[in-house]
Nanobody, 122 residues
């Protein structure tokens, strides 16, 4: 069993930065790949980035490539999403999920956090 708690969201102007955190409980955290997704009202949850259990393999959606970076800190049981050069279209609720393997599909993820709101104003 893994419990995930996101934090770090907020309101920022376009061009600004935020760092989201996904804190996990449970000793099996190291076995899971972690993904970040985002969702706006009326739309499906969208893949943003993921990282495998070792931290050596990552993927980022084309829409965020070069601006967002995913990383993980095993000592803190936390996965981060560093978001730079934010745009108004990045506004969404951001969720982290845990899965047995890296994937861009939400159906693969077994556990989800409650989400954190990111609002980017122009």
């Amino acid at each position: 069993q893994v419990q995930l708690v996101e934090s770090g969201g907020g309101s920022v102007q376009a061009g600004g930065s935020l760092r989201l955190s996904c804190a996990a409980s449970g000793r099996t955290f190291i076995r899971y790949a972690i993904g970040w997704f985002r969702q706006v009202p009326g739309k499906e949850r969208e893949f943003v980035a993921n990282i495998n259990w070792s931290g050596r393999e990552t993927s980022h959606a084309d829409s965020v490539k070069g601006r967002f970076t995913i990383s993980r800190d095993y000592a803190k049981n936390t996965v981060y999403l560093q978001m730079n050069s934010l745009k108004p279209e990045d506004t969404a609720v951001y969720y982290c999920g845990a899965a047995g393997s890296r994937s861009s599909r939400t159906s693969v993820y077994d556990y989800w956090g409650q989400g954190t709101q990111v609002t980017v104003s122009s």
